[in-house]
């Protein structure tokens, strides 16, 4: 788990990057620029539980992938969860919080999640467990109005102005934040599309 200290405002990026891609990277970019982050540690998973994983690159060539598309000294690239062996996402942020107090936390997630994010397992207790940042997508825009997790919690939702105070709210809180998008796509990009 990378280094923080007290106060910082860490912004929580993960996902199977297989392979990662420039659209994860100005996901990054996004996420701290407009939430005013001290750092973004992208977490690369050992594998997605909702995914089917015959098609999964070795960790370790994701993990070197990820690092070798990092350009900016706040972005930390991290597999901590295979040496925990955690699986799913509530048990990744239980762990932070634990071991990280003093810390303001945002969970970032790409739109294109939103639609089944409530298929994650204990996806309410992931929404609050730390606020989440919703970033555009290709063709996800409008998800933030129909997913079930932005109807369930409409109340927590805060304006896309205010996103620099989404770190230090109290979960649950959310904001959708648009920006430029990325058509690429890791499923695209294995079967040779390129793009979605």
Not at 32 to 37: A, I, S, T
Not at 180 to 195: D, Q, Y
Request: charged fraction near 20%; charge should be positive.
């Amino acid at each position: 788990m990378p280094h923080v200290e007290k106060g910082m405002a860490v912004g929580l990026f993960g996902g199977s990057f297989n392979p990662p891609h420039a659209g994860h990277a100005l996901v990054a970019e996004i996420a701290l620029r407009r939430l005013k982050l001290d750092q973004l540690w992208w977490i690369v998973t050992p594998g997605n539980p909702l995914k089917d994983t015959r098609e999964l690159a070795p960790l370790g060539e994701r993990l070197t992938l990820c690092e070798t598309m990092i350009h900016d000294p706040r972005v930390k690239v991290t597999a901590f969860e295979a040496e925990h062996q955690i699986r799913y996402t509530a048990d990744t942020l239980a762990l932070i919080k634990a071991r990280n107090p003093g810390v303001h936390f945002v969970w970032i997630m790409g739109a294109d999640n939103l639609a089944n994010f409530h298929h994650w397992q204990r996806w309410r207790t992931i929404v609050s467990t730390f606020p989440i940042a919703v970033i555009d997508r290709p063709g996800s825009t409008l998800a933030f109005l129909s997913s079930r997790v932005a109807k369930t919690f409409d109340f927590a939702r805060i304006d896309e102005d205010d996103a620099p105070l989404l770190a230090r709210s109290r979960a649950p809180a959310w904001t959708f934040i648009h920006g430029p998008r990325s058509l690429l796509s890791s499923t695209a990009i294995r079967n040779g599309r390129g793009k979605s």
